[in-house]
């Protein structure tokens, strides 16, 4: 189950923090661009200080607003991407923890990132937005009435290529079998729409194990590391689903599996702080993972580390913690074949 790919013939990341052209074959004429960005956890500052119980909502990362409006300027000045048609926010944009602090956050969202948004932005639910509570009226509420009550099991085709955008949000924490069953009937009902079309998904919570699955286990510490509900991922390999986009684990990877891409993103908010870029061409898809600038880097956000554990991961794959958090050249740069 390791990571292989195509040769990248994409992009480079050039010194001017610009992603440019640069195909061997010189002729080739992108389709479209997009971006995935995830795990942003922007907070509102009032959030910080609401309670429940005993508890209280801790600080999100360091310096993740910082580094999400780096990424908004970016977007808004078409300063670093030369163009994209679109943004997958898939997932955990805001920091919530909390039902009223949710609301703090998606509000805070809306005002000071969404309202200057220069490009769509198609959004999954993330565990932090909900709390886990996926299929929970009262905790979907906050999300919905920023976003839309159709925003949360959704697709939407661009330019020949069909995105269906899955909530499993709730993966390891909801047993109610009328939402997984929900869920399951949602993702097999956008697949047979636009049967000639090649498909992604993108859903919060990663379908398969990105590292080694024992060690994966370990170093994210939470037994939501992929989706514990297979029958997701039986979907996506029947209908032969070109990739899989997630986040979730605050680390960057790709591994294919039975023809699928399944990728992961590290997000803005912890270390290595990686979004990825997409080029559409007509014969495949060329993925290249970048991090915002290296003033905004926090090495100390990373959550897969000594600093948390005692130690720095690796697994079989991946040798040292450099690779085991960022991935392997192989993952960070790729080709995803258009069939």
């Known amino acids: 189950m390791g990571a292989a790919s195509v040769p990248f013939r994409g992009y480079s990341l050039q010194k001017q923090n610009t992603l440019t052209k ?3 074959d010189g ?13 942003l956890h922007i907070q509102n500052d009032r959030s910080r200080y609401v309670s429940a119980s005993s508890n209280r909502v801790g600080p999100t990362y360091k310096g993740a607003n910082d580094r999400a409006f780096w990424l908004l300027q970016s977007l808004k000045n078409d300063a670093f991407f030369n163009g994209i048609d679109f943004v997958l926010g898939i997932g955990d944009l805001v920091h919530g923890q909390q039902l009223e602090a949710i609301k703090y956050d998606l509000d805070f969202f809306a005002t000071h990132f969404y309202k200057d948004f220069p490009v769509p932005l198609y959004p999954a639910i993330g565990n932090h937005e909900i709390v886990q509570r996926e299929g929970d009226p009262v905790y979907e509420a906050p999300y919905k009435e920023l976003f839309g009550k159709d925003k949360v099991n959704y697709s939407f085709l661009h330019k020949g290529v069909h995105f269906i955008v899955i909530n499993n949000a709730g993966s390891h924490s909801v047993n109610d079998k009328e939402i997984l069953n929900f869920r399951l009937a949602s993702l097999e009902r956008m697949l047979n729409e636009h049967p000639d079309k090649p498909k992604i998904v993108c859903c919060h919570i990663p379908l398969i194990p990105i590292r080694q699955n024992e060690v994966l286990a370990k170093s994210f510490g939470f037994s939501s ?33 039975n023809s699928v891409h399944h990728i992961a993103i590290s997000g803005s908010a912890s270390y290595p702080h990686d979004m990825a870029l997409y080029t559409v061409y007509k014969d495949r898809i060329d993925a290249a993972l970048f991090r915002v600038p290296s003033d905004l880097l926090v090495p100390s956000t990373n959550i897969h580390g000594a600093a948390r554990f005692g130690l720095d991961y ?15 050249m192989s993952e960070r740069y790729f080709s995803i074949p258009l069939k």
């Open 22 to 24: 640069t195909s061997a």
């Open 27 to 39: 002729q080739d004429s992108p389709v479209f661009r997009f971006v995935q960005i995830n795990d």
């Open 225 to 257: 590391y992929f989706t514990k509900e297979t029958e997701l991922l039986d979907l996506v390999e029947k209908y032969k689903v070109l990739a899989v986009l997630s986040g979730h684990l605050h680390i960057s990877g790709m591994i294919i599996k």
């Open 314 to 328: 690796t697994d079989n794959l991946h040798q040292d913690y450099t690779t085991y958090i960022m991935g392997q």
